[in-house]
């Protein structure tokens, strides 16, 4: 078996990954055995976190749009589906092997690192050509050129720092498994690659179900599975992952309209949930995928670099025309308004789950120091916005003797239904107030002697480590209003 990849890079983003860890957000999976390459656990905090961006994300979508609905597909399907996709025939990565480290590297990614890097020497434009010259010869399929390209650039192995290379090969990326009892009825089936199919082998099911009229849109979230090569760079590419995906599906002519819509929409999104604008940008495709007419990423500037967290794609009318091929199952909708059939043609935008878990792990990481000499602090907590914070409130009282443990604990009841709320006595209220800040929580409710007589407690914001003087019977007020999704709406 292979074992979990150490992360190579810089040390910030070494940080987030040991961060992550030792506070409870993402774990190596079964790493008692030392762990599986591309594969992670989400902790106690991670899995509040990802919920809530799921939960942002779902609601955004659905709530949010009068003409989207939501579905919840099986991860297996017909066989028959990845035929129609094109996925059988046509999803696979272009990987090429180191014959003295016996490596296996993805030829693109190792060709785009090598125009990074004339991108970080000041040659821009030796960068672009490069992609550009490689993006042609994925297109023919003209692998003998894609492999002379590497030789040509002299790209080693960063292992064996050789240049002797394999020819350039096609790898599917599906994982297959069998259903059935026994051997000789078992038949073959994929785990999903892409959430994306549910919704179009159900595209008629909710049409007709929810009387839908065109354009509308199906959003579903649900794992995914890849076989990925190059497994590298902690939870952004991974084996089992979790998609956010819907398909839009409008009149044939109205891509173009509908696919600028839905980029603007999607960047108003990672922006509204605190990603900041300097980090984001769009990134068009050099190669479209073979149901594309249009297509484009949103980039995060993560520490290793700007990398797609989202893909938009105009996908025309591929899937559902595949499928009718492929079904003999008509895949029209009948148009009250043109008073005609069609297949409809479909923008999808398609986002990873731990992706932007991953973005948003990273723009929360902050290594704070202040002060100089003797008073120099340094402080580590994380950012998150408080509609995402995996725990909103911490409720501390400062002692645990006087009567103060019992109003704590009944503040505590009063918030609980309401939001994520914890509960804590030990240790010193610094030492605490340290704890919270560390996993991200953005306010901490100090319950003191004075709340006895004042009916007051005090509240220390995260960010500022600001203290302010809050009436008790005002506190659920003040915090409803400020972990509500609705700060994040309200920018969408
Ligand atoms: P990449 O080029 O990075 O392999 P992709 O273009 O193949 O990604 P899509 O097929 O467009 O990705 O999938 C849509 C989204 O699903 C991506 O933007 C990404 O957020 C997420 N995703 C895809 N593959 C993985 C993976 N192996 N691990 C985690 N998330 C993934």
Known sequence: ???????????????????????????????????????????????????????????????????????????FMHPTTWKAS????????????????????????????????????????????????????LEAEDL????????????????????????????NLMFSTQVGSVAEDATAIY????????????????????????????AQIGKAFRNEIVARQFTFRMREFEQMEMQFFIRPGDEKQWYEAWKQIRMKWHLAIGLPAEKLKFHDHEKLAHYANAAVDIEYQFPFGFKEIEGIHSRTDFDLSSHEKFSKKK??????????????YVVETSVGADRVFLATLCN?????????????????????HPALAP????????????????????????????????????????KRYTRQDLIGTPFCIAVDHDSLQDASVTIRHRDTTVQERVKIADLKNILLEAVSIKRIFEKL
């Open 144 to 171: 003998k050129s894609v492999q002379e390209l590497i030789i040509s650039e002299n790209i080693v192995c960063p292992v064996s720092g050789t240049a002797n290379w394999t020819e350039v090969r096609q790898f």
């Open 191 to 218: 785990l999903r690659p892409e959430t994306a199919q549910g919704i179009f082998v159900n595209f008629l099911n909710v049409q007709k179900s929810g009387r839908m009229k065109i354009p509308f849109g199906i």
């Open 391 to 430: 725990v909103k409130v911490a409720i501390l009282p400062i002692t645990k003797k006087d009567g103060l443990p019992e109003l704590a604990r009944q503040i505590f009841e009063d918030l609980r239904y309401d939001m994520n709320v914890v509960y804590e006595e030990r240790d010193s209220i610094g």
């Open 331 to 344: 895949q029209q909708y009948f148009d009250t308004e043109l008073n005609k059939n069609y297949v409809p």
């Open 1 to 75: 078996m292979e074992k979990a990849a150490a992360p190579t890079e810089n040390s910030t983003f070494k940080n987030i990954v040991s961060h992550a860890k030792e506070y409870g957000f993402v774990f190596p999976s079964s790493e008692i055995y030392d762990g599986l390459a591309a594969v992670y656990d989400y902790g106690q905090n991670g899995v509040e976190l990802k919920n809530n961006l799921k939960n942002v994300w779902w609601k955004a979508m659905t709530q949010l749009h009068e003409n989207v609905v939501g579905i919840d597909a099986a991860i």
């Open 86 to 137: 094109g996925h059988v025939d046509g999803f696979s990565d272009p990987m090429i092997d180191n014959k003295d480290s016996k490596k296996r590297y993805r030829a693109d990614v190792l060709i785009e690192d090598c125009a990074a890097n004339y991108e970080a020497k000041g040659e821009p434009e030796k960068a672009k050509t490069l992609v550009q010259q490689m993006a042609r010869f």
């Open 364 to 384: 929360a990481y902050t290594e704070e120091v202040t002060g100089e000499g003797e008073d120099k602090k340094e402080r580590v907590f994380l950012k998150f």
